[in-house]
């Protein structure tokens, strides 16, 4: 599969804002929301040709059990396609673009817009199916024997949506992003690195193809932060921004801190009312809600991992009280905390 550029991927790189925010705050979410690569294949087709991904509530149980929610992407390297999506427009995608889907919803992806493969869910799903037991080749052929090409690489990944994922909650259903900066280099090395490693016969391939999964898709969130305008909101463009990336930072760094808003505001070098009202413009919520929130994933992260005292998790997100943890965790989750450990350790065996 020919992993070049391709039109559109190529450019002079443009630097990504500096954001005191950026790499640890990122960083930090991915890993405690437990990311996890989960499929990573290539696709070659010629027209005509249509493919489809089931919704992940129904994908999830086949290629990764143990994970709350799949998020899907797909890098256009050559060629161009449509995808479509019940409820959504139809979103066409041209080489350099990358399709990212992280609600889970059912999409097809196809040479021209109303294809349809014709299978059942069920069909859906068993190809999946076999495609994470390994009993599909890592590049598949698909389509018909028309002229026109397309190359895909597709990547499913696990990982935790409940309580409080911001990089999801920050996404539309359907993403469509313009590899930007100095991703096209990068992708490119990690895409040849892929398909050198699926041809060899070394231990432990399918875990390295894997962790790539997750190399690229990190990748693709970095291009997203490098092309998104001044006007752009949501947490990771709150990343971007001087002030609320330093407060996100900081938040992040110490989440079991007694923070005041006047404390934040002192750190990410603005007034209280400044960083209030900036914080909730481009994250979609104050800054003590989201600090609740992201204690409350904290929490649940390690409820869910351990066998840790409810009171030895509550002092580690910041609560002297086990009775006001165990309050801000129910009005958050829904349940209590020794409820939410009972459940997701049945989800796990």
């Keep these: 599969m020919d992993v070049s550029h391709g039109p559109g991927m190529t450019g002079e790189p443009r630097d990504l804002p500096a954001s005191p925010g950026l790499p640890d705050t990122l960083s930090d979410v991915l890993e405690v929301v437990r990311l996890t690569g989960a499929l990573f294949f290539l696709v070659d087709a010629r027209t005509p040709w249509v493919a489809e991904a089931p919704a992940s509530s129904d994908l999830a149980p086949v290629i990764l059990p143990h994970a709350q929610h799949v998020v899907s992407y797909h890098v256009v390297t050559a060629g161009d396609c449509w995808c479509e999506s019940p409820g959504h427009a139809a979103m066409r995608l041209e080489a350099g673009d990358v399709l990212v889907v992280p609600h889970g919803d059912a999409y ?8 349809r493969t014709g299978w059942s869910p069920d069909d859906a799903v068993a190809w999946f199916r076999g495609m994470a037991s390994g009993q ?16 895909l690489v597709c ?12 990089v999801l909650s920050a996404l539309p259903p359907l993403m469509k992003v313009r590899v930007a900066g100095d991703s096209p280099g990068r992708l490119k090395a990690l895409l040849e690195f892929a398909i050198a490693e699926s041809k060899s016969a070394h231990a432990g391939s399918r875990s390295v193809l894997l962790r790539i999964a997750e190399l690229v898709f990190v990748e693709v969130l970095r291009s997203y932060l490098t092309a998104a305008t001044g006007h752009s909101t949501g947490w990771l463009s709150g990343l971007r921004d001087p002030i609320v990336g330093r407060a996100l930072a900081r938040l992040h760094a110490e989440p079991g801190r007694a923070w005041t808003l006047p404390d934040l505001g002192h750190e990410a070098g603005a007034s209280r009312s400044v ?13 003590m809600l989201y600090l609740t929130r992201w204690r409350m994933q904290l929490a649940a992260s390690r409820l869910a991992a351990g066998s840790a005292p409810v009171s030895l998790v509550a002092g580690e997100v910041g609560y002297e009280s086990e009775a006001a943890f165990c309050r801000a965790f129910k009005k958050v989750t829904g349940v209590t905390p020794a409820s939410w450990r009972s459940r997701r350790r049945a989800e796990s065996t």
């Design 108 to 115: 097809q992806l196809a040479s021209a817009r109303g294809l």
């Design 136 to 151: 599909l080749p890592f590049v598949v052929t698909e389509g018909g024997s028309g002229p026109e090409r397309l190359a």
């Design 155 to 166: 990547g499913f990944l696990g990982c935790d949506a409940l309580p409080f994922n911001p």
């Design 275 to 287: 960083l209030a009202e900036r914080f909730t413009n481009l994250v979609g919520c104050p800054p």
